[in-house]
């Protein structure tokens, strides 16, 4: 009998999680069911039912970058409203993710349109549809102002250059100058620094955009002319064919009526890229005051992460931690499946996977969503083992002795050997919400606009790296001191009653 009881609320645990879960899902899965099939998206959009989600890395003035209130604002941003007003769509949504993700994303169904500063090419073609062109652009060197050891693409071999990851000059390099040291970094504002501070020799990008960031700040100096002749174009998803002709349609309407040329003087125009850096603190704590609402509203998203992923992991491990010490063999298996998994791949992979790969399999997650349960998952494996390592830690001298007594199974579990093993498990369950508090940046890949996203979209308008890193650092050094803190009060109150 205590067997079966025992049995038996394992199975309630068992069944209650997986109805949490189901409960996580089931309003995603809603959202999915309402939306309109592909072929009717336009005239959903033009109505107000949908609104256009527009995936963009808003890093890298002047196309797309965030103000001080974390608004989007630049070339890009303005053009794809004015274009979607023309095409009679009422709602945008701008949805900010590292450049490389944009694509991906667009396949998955997450975003509808990607706009940032995307040249068209054959390769990117076979996965998305492009709009007719809409800017100009080409690849150009750029190098340190007081280094002149490089004026051609030749140069360049055995050179240390600066990429950003996904965009088109990784793959031009390796075909034409495969012999430089290709750097590869995330956004736009660390592949310019790297060059200006030495930890590369030569930037190549995208000229308009390094034209910029020199009139900006400084600091860098353009070699030679353009590498190659390239243009921009929006991208959709190749079933939106529709939603592509009608930008194609307001776009022609727009070079028409000279409302086009309009925002490119105001992007590109000899005023917007007229010489402006200026000398400035090395920590400059003005940076941290005008982003301040934005540094607030990042914080509050990453807490509600964290503690929502803490409470999954919690409800996971415990779970999974009596699946291990179960004498129910498939539960077992499946407890030490889950471990194996999960601690087995790393956390990156579990992410995307939930976020970019689930949809081709018919499960599409909101981004909060995705980042939570890929979160809870992966801590939740580590919980798993700390719970089972602390029960079994438990001298079973102590469950025999409460048998001996006349106490159930059940009953000698939960009085006498589950509270002396949560207290053992305090210390490594605070060590694992710490490192669960510091992976929570990581949910920054799939568009959660938390505090290290934040951080980067601040620095991509600023270039002022060392204040907001700096000061992000510290919120973080706060968040993880609080949990150690609660973890050692809440070991101490429990350790007088047992």
């Given amino acids: 009998m205590p067997r079966q009881r025992i049995r038996g609320r394992l199975m309630t645990a068992l069944l209650a999680g997986l109805a949490a879960c189901l409960l996580v899902f089931a309003p995603a899965n809603a959202a999915t069911a309402q939306e309109p099939p592909p072929s009717d998206k336009l005239a959903a959009l033009r109505s107000g039912q949908l609104a256009l989600r527009v995936g963009t890395d808003a890093t890298f003035p002047p196309f797309e970058f965030t103000d001080a209130a974390g608004d989007q604002l630049g070339f890009d941003v303005d053009l794809v409203r004015a274009l979607a ?193 200026a000398e400035r603190p090395l920590f400059n704590v003005a940076t941290i005051v005008e982003s301040s609402g934005q540094i607030w509203q990042g914080l509050l998203v990453s807490l509600q992460v964290i503690l929502s992923a803490l409470v999954l992991s919690l409800l996971l491990g415990t779970i999974g931690g009596f699946a291990k010490l179960s004498r129910i063999t498939p539960l077992r298996w499946l407890g030490t499946a889950y471990v194996s998994v999960i601690r087995g791949t790393p956390f990156v992979v579990q992410l995307f996977f939930i976020y970019f790969g689930l949809p081709q399999l018919g499960l599409q997650l909101p981004p909060m969503a995705a980042g939570i349960i890929a979160l809870g998952l992966y801590s939740g494996s580590y919980v798993t083992e700390i719970f089972r390592g602390a029960v079994q830690s438990v001298d079973r001298g102590q469950l025999e002795a409460s048998r001996s007594c006349g106490m159930s199974h059940a009953s000698a579990m939960r009085h006498v050997v589950i509270p002396q093993a ?67 009060t809440i070991e101490k109150k429990m350790a007088v009653y047992i």
């Fill in 85 to 277: 007003a023309r095409a009679g769509i009422k709602n945008v949504e701008f949805v900010q993710m590292p450049f490389g993700n944009i694509v991906p994303a667009l396949q998955a169904d997450q975003i509808d349109v990607g706009a940032s500063a995307i040249y068209i090419s054959a390769e990117r073609a076979k996965a998305v549809d492009f709009t007719d062109v809409y800017y100009p652009g080409g690849l150009a060197i750029f190098t340190n102002e007081k280094d002149d050891s490089i004026s051609s693409l030749e140069d360049l071999a055995g050179k240390r250059v600066a990429v950003q990851v996904g965009t088109k000059s990784v793959e031009w390099l390796k075909q034409h100058q495969p012999a430089a040291q290709l750097i590869t970094v995330q956004t736009n504002e660390q592949m310019f620094s790297s060059a200006r501070l030495g930890q590369a020799d030569a930037v190549v990008t995208g000229a308009p955009g390094g034209k910029y960031f020199i009139a900006q700040q400084g600091g860098l100096k353009q070699v030679g002319d353009r590498l190659t002749e390239e243009n921009y174009g929006y991208a959709f998803q190749k079933a939106d064919a529709d939603l592509r002709n009608a930008f194609n349609a307001a776009l022609k309407q727009m070079h028409d009526d000279g409302s086009y040329h309009q925002i490119t003087d105001k992007w590109f125009g000899a005023e917007a890229t007229a010489a402006k850096p």
């Fill in 422 to 488: 949560f207290l053992r498990m305090l210390p490594p369950l605070g060590n694992e919400f710490v490192s669960m508090t510091k992976n929570s940046a990581l949910v920054s890949f799939v568009t959660i606009h938390e505090l290290f996203l934040v951080g980067q979209t601040i620095i991509s308008r600023t270039f002022d790296a060392l204040t907001v890193y700096l000061f992000i650092g510290l919120l973080y050094y706060l968040i993880t001191n609080l949990i150690g803190f609660a973890t050692s």
